[in-house]
């Protein structure tokens, strides 16, 4: 089980849900990535994954994801079982 924490900018889509659990299989002798986390966000909330990740593929430079303690900007990073991943968006003002 991976538990995954969202930021409040996303909540419109992922009905209001902050926090969500995703049983994904762990391949034999191979890692789960965070490119299938999110692809198992955008099939449970369709149009998540775009608000994420851009039209080359890559994590929005508005974006940052954590994958236990460590930020990772490449969705090739592995997750491993009962990790912990927090989406968070970029506050701005001034």
């Known amino acids: 089980m991976i538990r995954v ?12 849900l902050r926090e969500v659990e995703l049983d994904l299989p762990m391949p034999d002798g191979g890692e789960t990535t965070l490119a299938d986390v999110i692809a198992a966000l955008e099939s449970r909330f369709r ?17 940052a994801i ?15 079982e009962n990790a912990r991943v927090q989406i968070v968006g970029a506050l701005s003002g001034g």
């Open 5 to 16: 924490i969202l930021p409040s900018q996303l909540e419109d889509y992922t009905d209001r």
């Open 47 to 63: 149009g998540l994954a775009f608000r994420i990740i851009d039209e080359q593929g890559n994590i929005r430079r508005h974006i």
């Open 66 to 80: 954590f994958v236990g303690e460590s930020m990772v900007r490449t969705l090739r990073a592995p997750v491993r």
